[in-house]
């Protein structure tokens, strides 16, 4: 949900084609649990589920780089971003792409050594992305693949953010627009701001596979739903 901000059309199969993924099933031996690399590729099948380690996710370097070879810019793609960097950036107009857990709630990340050799951190079946679009008083407005467009509490998106270690993609370049904003803050939790148009969201494939029930079937031509790197509305 944040090329499109930039005037970048490009659809989820090119996307996914991009990012790539590893395929391979995960093991376990006397060292631990194995999987492949969220920091390098998309961790097993983009429609697998979580909760049966078929499909996992990835991380914001292989969305970094798709995104600047797609014509974007980057102005920080890394963990250990505050929140108030991300607000300041979306005030200024510039979408943003959040780590966050799917049910809001801060969860400890668990670790393993990847095919590769790197630890890296694990949050299933919990994992998320959603973009960043807006603020007012005490809320973020939220574009969520999964649940469409919310005003979430700064206090539960800090907490949310902080479980991937606080996981951004922040865009530069110039503005996408004015950050949405409201003077109110009125509106609460995970329900859409009534100024706001409310568009319900089917799963996206990209990024996550959301709740860990799987994602969404492929079959060739299919016109998929968008997620968090394709549209910004």
Same mark, same amino acid.
């Given at each position: 949900?944040?090329?499109?901000?930039?005037?970048?059309?490009?659809?989820?199969?090119?996307?996914? %084609?991009?990012?790539?993924?590893?395929?391979?099933?995960?093991?376990?031996?006397?060292?631990?649990?194995?999987?492949?690399?969220?920091?390098?590729?998309? /961790?097993?099948? /983009?429609?697998? +589920?979580?909760?049966?380690?078929?499909?996992?996710?990835?991380?914001?370097?292989?969305?970094?780089?798709?995104?600047?070879?797609?014509?974007?810019?980057?102005?920080?793609?890394?963990?250990?971003?505050?929140?108030?960097?991300?607000?300041?950036? /979306?005030?200024?107009?510039?979408?943003?792409? +959040?780590?966050?857990?799917?049910?809001?709630?801060?969860?400890? /990340? %668990?670790?393993?050594?990847?095919?590769?050799?790197?630890?890296?951190?694990?949050?299933?079946?919990?994992?998320?992305?959603?973009?960043?679009?807006?603020?007012?008083?005490?809320?973020?407005?939220?574009?969520?693949?999964?649940?469409?467009?919310?005003?979430?509490?700064?206090?539960?998106?800090? !907490?949310?953010?902080?479980?991937?270690?606080?996981?951004?993609?922040?865009?530069?370049?110039?503005?996408?627009?004015?950050?949405?904003?409201?003077?109110?803050?009125?509106?609460?939790?995970?329900?859409?701001?009534?100024?706001?148009?409310?568009?319900?969201?089917?799963?996206?494939?990209?990024?996550?596979?959301?709740?860990?029930?799987?994602?969404?079937?492929? !079959?060739?031509?299919?016109?998929?739903?968008?997620?968090?790197?394709? %549209?910004?509305?």
């Amino acid at each position: 949900m944040a090329l499109a901000a930039l005037g970048i059309a490009q659809s989820e199969n090119t996307l996914l %084609s991009q990012i790539g993924a590893d395929r391979r099933a995960p093991y376990t031996d006397a060292t631990g649990f194995h999987w492949g690399d969220p920091y390098v590729s998309f /961790v097993g099948n /983009v429609d697998g +589920a979580e909760r049966n380690n078929t499909g996992y996710g990835v991380y914001n370097t292989p969305i970094a780089r798709v995104a600047q070879a797609d014509g974007a810019t980057v102005s920080s793609s890394a963990e250990g971003i505050a929140p108030s960097t991300i607000y300041q950036a /979306v005030l200024d107009g510039h979408p943003v792409i +959040a780590w966050v857990s799917f049910d809001w709630l801060f969860h400890r /990340v %668990s670790h393993y050594v990847a095919f590769d050799g790197r630890t890296v951190q694990f949050g299933s079946p919990y994992e998320h992305a959603v973009v960043v679009r807006g603020l007012s008083n005490g809320y973020v407005l939220i574009n969520n693949p999964w649940f469409g467009v919310q005003w979430i509490s700064k206090a539960t998106f800090e !907490s949310s953010y902080a479980t991937f270690n606080r996981m951004a993609v922040i865009f530069g370049g110039a503005a996408a627009g004015p950050g949405m904003s409201s003077a109110s803050a009125t509106y609460a939790g995970p329900t859409p701001a009534p100024q706001d148009t409310y568009h319900p969201l089917a799963p996206a494939r990209l990024l996550d596979t959301r709740d860990g029930t799987g994602g969404v079937p492929f !079959s060739a031509g299919a016109a998929f739903p968008q997620a968090a790197l394709t %549209s910004w509305s």
